[in-house]
């Protein structure tokens, strides 16, 4: 999504705490800096073209009716990197009548063991028009630096799903979908103000498939977009959430996140009455989303 509301965003954008939370330190440098790195790809994924996303290998970048994808192999960290952008309004894909659950059908994962999963109509359709491609393309770039390193058995790469936003509602029906393709592979995913995207089934079937501990659901503060789609209507975070519930003004960043517990912990982001796309939803750990052309070189 080429966010139009960034300019009005950045005008109202405020550093203020929203909330008083207390906890030990959740998250690790090593974890506090797997959350910056990802959410450079995510943000890097927003622009018109990236031909070194992080000044990594670009294995395809590539739209498909509203869908925008980066796939990309970082050689030193062995992974194979699949960051999704949107490429609609995020506020229209939320009030229309794709808000409506449907039942999850894509591939790499059996219908037959879904039943009652279901998932943002909207969400899912977006998915769908890339998914056979990006599963052939993760799949084939895994079998190749397989061969490239057959004799090493430490150089086996793992894939990591990304996405901000509308962004981040697509990677978390994608990164099941290619845990079940590919179920030999280690996966993890993080996504950055997103969405709720299921019901509680979909929720319990990605923590099972690809575990809490593999989860990482960034939510900023007061950004209203992760409680945009109400529960009412079915909807249901699956864990894990990272709230970082106050701006590091006068704390070391990691002080500032909570690990929280489920997917719907009342204590972190969900104790917050959603605003909608607003100014935190803009940034995350440092980035100011989809602004940066340099994370592309």
């Not at 799903?161 to 509602?169: D, E, P, Q, R």
Request: with cysteine; aromatic share 10%.
């Amino acid at each position: 999504m080429r966010f139009s509301f960034v300019s009005a965003a950045l005008a109202l954008f405020t550093t203020l705490p929203v909330a008083t939370a207390l906890t030990t330190r959740a998250v690790t440098d090593a974890l506090y800096e797997e959350l910056v790195l990802y959410t450079k790809y995510s943000s890097a994924a927003y622009q018109l073209t990236c031909p070194h996303p992080l000044g990594n290998t670009l294995i395809k970048d590539f739209e498909f009716g509203r869908t925008q994808t980066l796939i990309v192999r970082d050689d030193t960290r062995k992974e194979i990197v699949v960051a999704f952008r949107g490429t609609f309004s995020l506020s229209d894909a939320v009030k229309d009548a794709k808000i409506l659950l449907k039942p999850l059908i894509c591939p790499g994962l059996d219908a037959l063991e879904l039943v009652n999963t279901t998932v943002h109509h909207g969400f899912l359709d977006a998915y769908n028009d890339v998914a056979e491609e990006i599963i052939g393309i993760v799949d084939g770039e895994l079998k190749k630096v397989q061969a490239e390193n057959l004799k090493d058995s430490e150089e086996r790469f793992r894939i990591v799903v990304t996405g901000h936003s509308l962004g981040g509602a697509i990677a978390s029906i994608a990164a099941p979908s290619l845990k079940g393709a590919l179920p030999d592979t280690e996966l993890k995913l993080f996504t950055f103000g997103q969405p709720r995207v299921g019901n509680a089934n979909f929720a319990r079937m990605v923590e099972q498939l690809i575990g809490v501990e593999n989860i990482f659901r960034a939510v900023h503060t007061w950004d209203g977009v992760p409680t945009m789609v109400p529960r009412f209507l079915g909807y249901e975070h699956f864990a894990t959430e990272y709230w970082q519930f106050q701006e590091p003004i006068l704390k070391q960043p990691q002080d500032t996140i909570k690990r929280c517990v489920g997917g719907e912990d009342p204590t972190c982001s969900d104790s917050i009455p959603s605003t909608g796309i607003n100014p935190p939803h803009t940034r995350y750990f440092g980035q100011l989303m989809a602004t940066n052309p340099r994370l592309c070189f």
